[in-house]
């Protein structure tokens, strides 16, 4: 049965590093990727970036100067920075394994999601 | 505001079929698969729909989805109180190189 689970520093101040971790449990970490994503209290979904085993990644543009998402396949880890944070980045932040079928792709599992604050 | 567009809200009784529009560009939805994730109230997101109209195993066939041109649609027969949630579609976007979502629908069971 796969699983994410996920954590990391809820309560940040302006200007700091989120820092957070998904490991995956009972599955392969080879032939998928692996996203993070975000959603502001009360509103949508942002897609934030991707990598593969390999580590190559993938980043939204609107974030891409303060994301970083890096992996560790010797522990089945893939982990999130984004540096400077301001109050707009408060969000409940989601890994997801995304899985491809043919020509496409989808988000099959999630992390339980972190709430991160950014407050001074 | 997001890329894909939805309502933000919908509703039906017991027993009703709904539907949930999800509009796009020619970059994402017309040039790629759309899937839909059902919210339930303080969760992660599940995957509902994927590859336009197909069902993971496990999701009940009163869930479907179809998609035409740059639009698509989710559609919710017999609905029930349990699927009262918020419901999000997705589509991988071509000048984004990434995933974009609609801005969600808050189903409500009358």
């Known amino acids: 049965q796969v699983q994410l689970q996920q954590w990391g520093a809820g309560l940040l101040k302006p200007s700091e590093t989120l820092s957070l971790t998904c490991a995956l449990y009972?599955?392969?970490?080879?032939?998928?990727?692996w996203s993070w994503i975000r959603q502001p209290p009360g509103k949508g979904l942002e897609w934030i970036g991707k990598i593969n085993h390999s580590g190559s990644t993938n980043y939204n543009p609107s974030l891409k100067s303060r994301v970083t998402i890096s992996v560790d396949t010797s522990r089945n880890q893939f982990s999130l920075n984004l540096n400077s944070v301001t109050a707009a980045d408060t969000a409940v932040y989601y890994c997801?394994?995304?899985?491809?079928?043919?020509?496409?792709?989808?988000?099959?599992?999630w992390g339980q999601g972190t709430l991160v604050t950014v407050s001074s | 505001q997001s890329v894909l567009t939805q309502p933000p809200s919908a509703s039906g009784t017991p027993g009703q079929r709904v539907t949930i529009s999800c509009s796009g560009s020619s970059s994402n939805i017309g040039s790629n698969t759309v899937n839909w994730y059902q919210q339930l109230p303080g969760t992660a997101p599940k995957l509902l729909i994927y590859s336009n109209n197909q069902r993971p195993s496990g999701v009940p066939d009163r869930f479907s989805g179809s998609k035409s041109g740059t639009s698509a649609s989710l559609a919710i027969s017999g609905l029930q109180s349990e699927d009262e949630a918020d419901y999000y579609c997705a589509a991988g976007d071509d000048s984004l190189k990434g995933v974009v979502f609609g801005g969600g629908t808050k189903l409500t069971v009358l």
């Open positions: 009972g599955g392969s970490f080879s032939g998928y990727d």
């Open positions: 997801a394994r995304q899985n491809y079928f043919s020509s496409t792709s989808c988000f099959d599992y």
